[in-house]
């Protein structure tokens, strides 16, 4: 049984940081092809950062330059550092795999963690 567990989320005023991590256990596909993404409040959701196939790095325009995504192949375990946070980084967070190229919908999901940045 695949299981996502994602934690690092909470409260942090704008310009601050977080780091989110995401264990994957008993799963059938490691984290070199994970995704993070998120859901603010009454909007769709959206892919924020991802390990593609390939070993493609990807991310959101909205976050280019301030989050980055990394792995830790041993503990099948992947992060999302977050830096200069805004009041619109506000939102669940959702860590998902496999996720072969951009585009595709991974069938595996965490359970979301909320994060907030107040203004």
């Known amino acids: 049984q695949v299981q996502l567990v994602e934690s690092g989320g909470g409260l942090v005023q704008a310009g601050g940081s977080l780091r989110l991590s995401c264990a994957a256990s008993?799963?059938?596909?490691?984290?070199?092809?994970m995704g993070w993404y998120r859901q603010p409040p009454g909007k769709q959701r959206e892919l924020v950062a991802a390990?593609?196939?390939?070993?493609?790095?990807n991310y959101a325009d909205s976050v280019k330059g301030r989050f980055t995504i990394s792995r830790d192949n041993a503990k099948n375990t992947v992060y999302l550092q977050m830096f200069s946070l805004k009041p619109e980084d506000t939102a669940v967070y959702y860590c998902?795999?496999?996720?072969?190229?951009?585009?595709?919908?991974?069938?595996?999901w965490g359970q979301g963690t909320q994060v907030t940045v107040s203004s």
């Open positions: 008993g799963s059938i596909f490691t984290v070199n092809t």
């Open positions: 390990f593609t196939s390939g070993g493609r790095t």
């Open positions: 998902a795999g496999p996720l072969y190229y951009m585009e595709y919908v991974p069938p595996y």
